[in-house]
């Protein structure tokens, strides 16, 4: 059963960064779109980024576009966001998702991935 583990989540103040990885251990990320989503406290999960697999196109939600930057590193098999800038809106649980898109295609809908974490805690508070 594939699974993905995600990590780097805590407490930060406003202003803060964090830098989230993402790793499946025995499954290739390579050859999977990536995407990042978060649960807020009493809100849906969102879809906030994507990378895909050809070319390394990214994709951002506008709230955190110029702050978060996804990335993937095919050598180590883990995908990260780095988020900078952090306010209290991004407490979240955050997840990462593999899975097939049509050239990035609808990249923020859920049903379009395959392979899920379990979630990291992102709080940011002072």
């Known amino acids: 059963q594939v699974q993905l583990v995600e990590s780097g989540g805590g407490l930060v103040q406003p202003g803060g960064s964090l830098r989230l990885s993402c790793v499946a251990p025995?499954?290739?990320?390579?050859?999977?779109?990536i995407g990042w989503f978060r649960q807020a406290p009493g809100k849906g999960r969102e879809g906030i980024s994507c990378v895909t697999k050809s070319q390394g196109i990214t994709y951002y939600t506008p709230s955190v576009k110029g702050r978060f930057t996804i990335s993937r590193d095919n050598a180590k098999n883990t995908v990260y966001l780095q988020m900078n800038n952090l306010n209290s809106e991004d407490t979240a649980v955050y997840y990462c998702?593999?899975?097939?898109?049509?050239?990035?295609?609808?990249?923020?809908?859920?049903?379009?991935?395959?392979?899920w974490g379990l979630g990291t805690q992102v709080t940011v508070s002072s």
């Open positions: 025995g499954f290739s990320l390579e050859a999977y779109d």
């Open positions: 998702a593999a899975g097939s898109l049509y050239w990035g295609t609808n990249w923020y809908r859920q049903d379009g991935y395959d392979y």
